[in-house]
């Protein structure tokens, strides 16, 4: 075969590769979190992939790491939405307050409930002894939301000496008291969600704002 036509080529298997690699990964999510990561094997994986164990070998090397890229996609996924809520909703200019409740209401309603953040709990939660995922890889979310705290610090709203205590603060006063309240079971309405959201944020406000809150 000529070198100019595998270079045609190169992109179709290209392609076929990638699509087997996502292949693996959805079958592994699925056992992963059907059975458990010690109950998945390697042979299950490939045989609900449709590809042989070879290939699941040649991918990825080890269980251990199939597990990892598994759940480092469902977190980039979910880091890419609080990325984009934090962009879209911490706008520059924005009135402060209204920007950050509708940031927080936005991770609350839209990104917890969404199969993303399902599929991470699931993944992380269980009994056994599984791969842990990267520190920074862990703390993207975080770390996005504390170089935004920082430039509003820059720009004079807000008073955070330390953008990311700010961050852990907020994170705290708003969206986890919100889950714990979604957490706690019964009928919870988006407008109590809301206001427990407000709440916080005026909470956060009076500790970081920049004269009267």
């Known amino acids: 075969m000529s070198r100019a036509i595998a270079a045609v080529q190169t992109p179709g298997r290209r392609r076929r ?28 994986i490939a045989a609900r992939a449709q590809v042989s164990k070879r290939t699941v070998y040649d991918h990825f090397g080890d269980k251990a ?38 940031f927080g209401r936005r991770v609350v309603t839209q990104t917890v409930p969404s199969s993303d953040y399902v599929t991470f709990r ?4 269980q009994h056994w002894a599984v791969p842990r995922l990267a520190e920074a890889a862990r703390d993207r979310p975080e770390r996005t939301l504390e ?40 009928d919870v309405s988006e407008a109590e969600i809301v206001t427990v959201i407000a709440d916080g944020v005026d909470a956060f406000l ?3 704002r920049t004269g009267p809150a």
Do not use: C, W
Not at 77 to 102: H, K, M, W, Y
Not at 122 to 125: A, D, I, K, P, V
């Open 17 to 44: 590769s990638e699509g087997k690699k996502a292949a693996i990964l959805d079958a592994a999510e699925a056992l992963f979190i059907a059975e458990g990561y010690e109950r998945a094997s390697v042979d299950a």
């Open 65 to 102: 790491t199939i597990f990892l890229k598994a759940l480092e996609r469902v977190n980039d996924a979910l880091a890419d939405a609080v990325q984009a809520a934090i962009e879209e909703e911490l706008r520059p200019g924005r009135d402060l307050r209204e920007a950050l409740t509708a």
């Open 122 to 125: 699931r993944l992380t939660s």
């Open 147 to 186: 170089e935004r705290f920082a430039a509003l610090a820059a720009g004079g709203e807000l008073t955070a000496a330390d953008p990311r205590l700010a961050a852990r603060h907020f994170t705290a006063l708003t969206i986890g008291l919100a889950l714990e309240t979604l957490e706690a079971g019964g």
């Open 206 to 208: 009076r500790a970081y």
